[in-house]
């Protein structure tokens, strides 16, 4: 099983400040099977980035992502409101699909 | 547009099993796999399994093999509708199964057209499970 390490557990940042999220895995894991998740409470997580460092639809280009092997990262410039939220990495490689513990994103 | 839209929340005492139905539309139901995924209070996201609607085809995580079934329902009821469906049963529930439960939709974008191995576009609406005595 591919275990992921996200750090830090919290990021206090201000609006218009810049996140830099990281995801670590057990084991290396191929760039095109590495998806980052944003979830807020009371709804179901939404996709950002595929592949390490494409952006799903519709998401704007403030979010990116990047990586390979057992590192990646997910940077946001210019925090909305909107942004602050739990932030999960995934890797789709490997049964069982796993997910990052998260991290949270608050002001 | 696409749409998951799941079943209400549950109430459950230990030893029980539950069911968690997930009705699909707005898209070709039988192309895509759709994954069930839980989130227990203060915890993170953990995946259950998935379920190739065409066919049935099932892959389950090892945590719950025995205890987990997930099965699709694509009939066609009438000329004008049709069931786009998939069924969770989680059986012989234990209080930390209480969780909030989504079922999410694979894409295309990780391995593509015919495997489970794909990040997930759209998600349900998540149901709420609780086990209680």
């Known amino acids: 099983e591919v275990v992921l390490t996200q750090s830090p557990g919290t990021l206090s940042l201000s609006p218009g400040g810049r996140a830099t999220l990281s995801c670590r895995a057990s084991q290396s894991v191929d760039n095109r099977f590495l998806a980052w998740y944003q979830h807020k409470p009371g709804q179901p997580p939404r996709l950002l980035i595929y592949g390490a460092s494409s952006r799903a639809a519709g998401i704007p280009d403030r979010f990116s992502g990047s990586g390979s092997g057992t590192d990646f990262a997910l940077t946001i410039t210019r925090l909305e409101p909107e942004d602050f939220a739990v932030y999960f990495c995934?890797?789709?490689?490997?049964?069982?699909?796993?997910f990052g513990p998260g991290t949270k994103v608050d002001i | 547009q696409v749409q998951l839209v799941q079943s209400g929340a549950e109430v459950k005492k230990p030893g029980a099993s539950v069911e968690v139905s997930c009705k699909a539309s707005g898209y070709t139901f039988t192309n895509y796999y759709i994954h069930w995924v839980r989130q227990a209070p203060g915890q993170g996201l953990e995946w259950l399994g998935s379920?190739?609607?065409?066919?049935?085809?099932?892959?389950?995580?090892?945590?719950?093999?025995g205890r987990l079934i997930l099965t699709s329902d694509t009939s066609t009821r009438t000329v004008n509708t049709s069931t786009s469906s998939v069924t969770m049963e989680l059986s012989s529930l234990r209080y930390d199964d209480a969780a909030v439960y989504y079922c999410a939709k694979g894409s295309l974008l990780g391995y593509g057209a015919g495997s489970s191995y794909n990040p997930y576009d759209y998600w349900g609406q998540g149901t709420l499970v609780t086990v209680s005595s």
């Open positions: 995934q890797q789709y490689v490997s049964s069982p699909i796993t």
């Open positions: 379920i190739n609607p065409s066919g049935g085809r099932t892959r389950y995580a090892q945590k719950f093999q």
